[in-house]
């Protein structure tokens, strides 16, 4: 139908129309979307078939008809019986005694017998298509509209032109209105993933940071009081030498002091001391492991640095595997880990790590057994990096394997999976101007390839 | 010295945690530590555990499972949740399943974390005894619960009060009250087995009295209803309120139902052996919240407190 409507406008149009049009154009548009074709009825009077070709004629001159390319024939009744267009009438009276041939016989010797009738019910679309079908060019006739009880006026090809126009409009509006709402619920949906994946990693990493600093700071209370302790018997142990070695006055509390040493020592001694120190090392692993972590997570993010730059892929590798250390060292999964020599990669690192930590995440939560395995390959392949991640885990059923990168698509129960983990990291490699592979055996494992160009998407901005 | 030490257990898959609590409480109590989950539930059915200290994220079973486990083979062991991390779904787990006595995170403060063990202990000792005492007693007639129980539902809708009046027998006595005032007024006036309260403000009078509430009327139970994803504010209502029950809203019918249930139940409990009124100890309050008050609140406050005076008198 479009392809068809296109043909419109280049078709030559009386100019006698197209100004008449200019003041109709708003009113056919208001009522064309209301009810088809009813919406553009003009009460044309029409001419009988017994009229003279002159007469007709000169009602073509009359100002109500002024619009129009044609006069509807109607026999008594309301039978529309044909349609005279002005062209066929100034074709005759060009001829060479034309009007004295013609002019006194009935206007059934000129009209068109097979006239374009459509009901006044026909919806804009279907009179579009119809019109089409039937349209010469240069388009000389309108169309008569009918009900059921025969004649009920005329439409113009042009009004149904604008009306189709002006739907065509309205429907690329609409089309408009609903891809930018798309596009932000989009971007909404990668933020809210993005923001998932934070949140847990966030509950991941305060559990982890608070649980050292939990031993630490117990640990360190206890030795501030042990040290007291040892302070005051270090202290009541002097008293007492200095007490007999006369180094001080010989006073009567002598016995006092050596019951507090005695009291001290029973809280402080050798063996709590050594205790203590105990406590120390495990204190200094303990802010070691969070200043680690704090380390990784500034690396992770690289809050400091943005957009594109070379990165090594392994560190990225890495990076994310102590992001995701403790859900895998929680559920005791194996990682071994096949590290190629890779040139470094232009991307943009903190988007490459959201990769990474989609399918590293992934593979720990499809593994539901005790022998959980996860292989992270990289290799460079010529100006190409490949990344490899695979696991032991239940696998993807055959039916979900082309689905998987699917917005939405999820087998996580609601909480635990948002479905945008692998549409976002679909996303991400193709920005790259990389791609992103999935294939699996149910029962047995998945296995994730990453393909990289190392001269980052040459166009594409990632 | 006079009775043998209470014995505490410790669970967390960090070695060094339980490393470090053993010094802290080394010569307190009888000191059992372990990693998994299992093993100490396994250790409650072997032998008298006073209190269990357990962290929530563990390999195998969560903390909050263990407790529930504990309390399903030995009610009377006190319940301590010691947690790195308070995500909101193991807080509520916490209360409705764990039944805890406190909710602890980490890094702690060795001294209220020691006299939080020790309180516990205290509790958990007298209770061991008790059921000692009478074996059978605590599985006494749990039928005449119901009987003559008057239930206070604050809710400033009125759907929740409706609720509440269907999914109770005709003998419990439903009074509904839109306000925190009616509410303390209702207390005050009547012995109120169960209040029902629905929060839609985490700093509000309603939080603040439910736990002053606590400390004046120990034997009624709080379940609160709340669309408040906000894991301190129901920290706060466990330790300083020992709230019975938190439901987020929309509560699932079945859920109140068994809630209020289960309220019932315990009130009726809590008043034949008073005894048991320890195991609802409370923090203090953070703040008082007489400051915040209007006239008339404080008014009904005195009222409930003068009331609170008469029935220990
Ligand atoms: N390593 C994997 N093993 C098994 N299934 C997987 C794996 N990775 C992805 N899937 C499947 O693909 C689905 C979509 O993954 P994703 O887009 O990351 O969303 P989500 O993890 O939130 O469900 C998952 O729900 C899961 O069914
Ligand atoms: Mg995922």
Known sequence: MTAALQAFPTAPIASDVASR?????????????????????????????????????????????????????????????????????????????????????????????????????????????TIAAHVRSPITDDFVLVDDAGYAGTGLVLDVLHAVEHRLAERSRELERAYARLKASQSQLVQSEKM?????????????????????????????????????????????????????????????????????????????????????????????????????????????????????INRLVESALRIVAHV???????????????????????????????????????????????????????????????????????EHLSRVFDPFFTTKPVGQGTGMGLAISHQIVEQHGGAIRVSSKPGTGTRFLVVLPVSGAAGAAP | MSAPLPSVLFVDDEERILRSLRMLFRG????????????????????????????????????????????????????????????????????????????????????????????AARVARHDFALAAARPAASAASPVDTAVAARVAV???????????????????????????????????????????ARLSSADGDVADALKQLKRLRPATLAIVVSSLRDSRLLIGLINEGQVFRFLLQPAPRELLRRGLAAALERHAHLRTQSDLLQRHAVDAPRHEPVATTTGRLLQAWRRLREAAMLRIA
């Open chain 2, 154 to 196: 604050l809710d400033d809708e009125g759907a929740l009060a409706a609720q509440v009046r269907e999914l109770l027998p005709a003998a419990v006595r439903v009074e509904h009250a839109p306000d925190l005032e009616g509410t303390l007024e209702l207390l005050a006036d009547h012995d109120v087995a169960v209040v029902i």
């Open chain 1, 328 to 398: 895998l060292r929680k559920r005791d999964i194996e990682v071994v880990l096949k590290l190629g020599e890779i040139p470094p990669l232009d991307c943009a690192p903190a988007q490459i790590n959201q990769v990474l930590l989609n399918l590293l995440s992934n593979a720990a939560q499809a593994i539901e057994h005790e022998r959980g395995r996860i292989v992270v390959a990289t290799q460079a392949l010529d100006r190409r990096v490949l990344v490899v991640v695979e696991d032991n885990g239940k696998g993807i059923e055959a």
């Open chain 1, 196 to 312: 998932a994946s934070l949140g847990q990693m966030v509950a991941g990493l305060v559990h982890e940071i608070n649980t050292p600093l939990g031993y630490v700071r117990n640990n360190v209370e206890m030795t501030r009081a042990a040290l007291g302790d040892a302070a005051r018997l270090v202290s009541a142990q002097q008293a007492v030498i200095d007490a007999l070695t006369g180094e001080a006055e010989p006073d009567d509390d002598l016995d006092t002091r050596f019951a507090e040493v005695g009291h001290l020592r029973t809280r402080v001694d050798a063996a709590a001391l050594d205790d203590l120190c105990g406590l120390l090392d495990d204190t200094v692993h303990g802010v070691g492991q969070i200043g680690e972590l704090v380390l990784n997570l500034k690396d992770f993010s690289r809050l400091d640095q943005a957009g594109l730059q070379k990165a090594d």
């Open chain 1, 21 to 129: 049009d200019a003041t109709n154009d708003a009113d056919a548009r208001d009522r064309a979307p209301l009810s088809g074709l009813a919406g553009l009825l003009l009460p044309t009077e029409p001419v009988r078939p017994e009229t003279s070709v002159l007469d007709v004629a000169q009602q073509f001159l009359d100002s109500r008809h002024a619009g129009l390319l044609s006069l509807p024939v109607v026999a008594v009744g309301g039978r529309p019986v044909g349609m005279i267009s002005r062209y066929e009438l100034m074709r005759v009276f060009l001829q060479p005694y034309g009007r004295e041939l013609y002019g006194r016989r009935p206007i059934t010797a000129l009209m068109d017998r097979a006239p374009l009738v459509l009901p006044l019910s026909t919806s804009i679309d279907e009179a579009a298509r």
């Open chain 2, 28 to 119: 307190r109590c009888e000191i059992l530590t372990t990693t998994s989950g299992r093993e100490a539930v396994e250790w409650v059915r072997r032998r008298p555990v006073h209190v269990v200290v357990s962290d929530q994220r563990m390999p195998g079973m969560t903390g909050v499972e263990v407790l529930r486990e504990v309390a399903a083979h030995s009610p009377a062991t006190m319940r301590i949740l010691l947690t790195g991390y308070a995500d909101m779904d193991a807080v509520t787990a916490s209360v409705n399943d764990g039944e805890i006595y406190r909710f602890i995170e980490k890094p702690w403060v060795a001294q209220y974390l020691v006299d939080t063990v020790e309180q």
